[in-house]
């Protein structure tokens, strides 16, 4: 048996899964922080965070904790008629 096994050709594909971050698709379901205006959260991650204010009748999906606090003070001010 020959058995040369030291040059092996590297065509052998490895499978890349990296999601660890949550990809945002915007208009799915996804809503746009008022706070941080262009900034995207996912609906439903926002509502386990517990990061949803209902304001003058509209919903309003925050997209990080520190936003919270800031829609709360003054919502008015980022509540978009
Ligand atoms: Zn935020």
Known sequence: ??????ARPTS????EHEHDHDPVN?????AQCPVMAGRF???????AKGWV???AGATYWLCCAGCVPKFDADPA???VA
Request: glycine share 8%; no cysteine.
């Open 26 to 30: 915007p208009g799915v379901d996804a």
């Open 53 to 55: 204010r209902q304001y």
């Open 41 to 47: 959260v996912a609906k439903a991650k926002a509502e």
């Open 1 to 6: 048996m020959t058995d040369h096994g030291a």
């Open 12 to 15: 052998h594909h490895h499978h």
């Open 77 to 79: 001010n980022y509540a």
